[in-house]
Nanobody, 118 residues
Framework: QVQLVESGGGLVQAGGSLTLSCAAS????????MGWYRQAPGEEREWVAL???????SVTDSVKGRFTITRDIAENTVDLQMNSVKPDDTAVYYC????????????WGQGTLVTVSS
């Protein structure tokens, strides 16, 4: 199993910065990639960012130039650095990890709430 715990969410002013962290435990050597989704009230869950074990990263267009995803293999963590945040960034952010074993599984954290005030 893989367990994921997010941290770093909270209240931040528009234009400010916030860093989310996702800590993985369990069968971490089986993880091929990790990243973040978010879900705002009344909206579909939206992919935000992805990073592979070798460090290749990508983010969705709406956060490009503002958000950066990084990973620390030694610490088994993935961070999402959020800069110049907007009220539209308000959402519950969920960390995910993908494990390409027999069935190819995706594991999810509990989520952490980010609220951007205007």
């Amino acid at each position: 199993q893989v367990q994921l715990v997010e941290s770093g969410g909270g209240l931040v002013q528009a234009g400010g910065s916030l860093t989310l962290s996702c800590a993985a435990s369990g069968r971490v050597l089986a993880i091929s990639e990790m990243g973040w989704y978010r879900q705002a009230p009344g909206e579909e869950r939206e992919w935000v960012a992805l990073i592979t074990r070798d460090g290749t990263s990508s983010v969705t267009d709406s956060v490009k130039g503002r958000f950066t995803i990084t990973r620390d293999i030694a610490e088994n963590t993935v961070d999402l650095q959020m800069n110049s945040v907007k009220p539209d960034d308000t959402a519950v952010y969920y960390c995910f990890a993908r494990v390409p074993l027999f069935g190819s599984n995706t594991f999810w954290g509990q989520g952490t709430l980010v609220t951007v005030s205007s």
